[in-house]
């Protein structure tokens, strides 16, 4: 059965820095894999969405990566703004034709002014 | 050109109560699903439709059924709530396969 963790749980950054929020999954046979945000009381918002045959996909500040063989996904945030304080998710497609998505359970961060 | 809606957004239920939650879209996609989210658990799926008049189980299915008799809405329905189903719950819809498009939530308290 198909498992995804995100670690850390809560982040707490100071404005500027270069961040990276990790999810793990546990089996790589994978349609894709996509990040989302989710702002306090609202819905999810997607970030980036990476297929299976692609290493990265990249929007503005931010970079996902992909390696599959290791069960793997990073989120990068470059200069951090606390615009970007939120909760951070990902999720993943077993594979095509399924149409779920198994979500991790998300990663809290908070960017300080 | 709204996306996904949902209503009610807030509701308090008596255990054993009923009542059936709306999803609408105005995006004409074929796959609509329902989520809930938990403190701790992320969200798991309850439902999903890949088109009209179609119905199928997720992750977490007992206790709720749903129907999509039209193609832009997905109604989720409970028929005896129970605190157990105290939770937001999220409706969300796709073209395809990949992006999928929520709504902001509906969240519901079971006494």
């Known amino acids: 059965k198909q498992e995804v963790t995100q670690i850390p749980a809560a982040l707490s950054v100071p404005e500027g820095e270069n961040l990276v929020l990790n999810c793990s999954f546990t089996d790589s046979a994978i349609y894709n894999l996509q990040w989302f945000r989710q702002d306090p009381g609202k819905g999810l918002t997607s970030l980036l969405l990476i297929q299976s045959s692609q290493r990265e996909q990249t929007s503005g500040r931010l970079n996902a990566s992909l390696d599959k063989s290791s069960g793997r996904s990073t989120l990068y945030i470059a200069a951090s703004q606390p615009g970007d304080s939120a909760t951070y998710l990902c999720a993943v497609t077993p594979q095509s034709g399924t149409y779920k998505y198994i979500f991790g359970t998300g990663t809290r961060l908070k960017v300080l002014a | 050109n709204a996306g996904v809606t949902q209503t009610p957004k807030f509701r308090v239920l008596k255990t054993g109560q009923s009542m059936t939650l709306l999803c609408a879209q105005d995006m004409n996609h074929e796959y609509m699903y329902w989520y809930r989210q938990d403190p701790g658990m992320g969200l798991r799926l309850i439902h999903y439709s890949v088109g009209e008049g179609t119905t199928a189980k997720g992750e977490v299915p007992d206790g709720y059924n749903v129907s999509r008799l039209k193609k832009q809405n997905f109604l989720l329905g409970l028929e005896s709530a129970a605190p157990s189903q105290t939770s937001v719950y999220f409706c969300?819809?796709?073209?395809?396969?990949?992006?999928?498009?929520f709504g902001p939530g509906t969240r519901l308290t079971v006494l």
């Open positions: 969300a819809s796709s073209p395809d396969q990949d992006t999928q498009y």
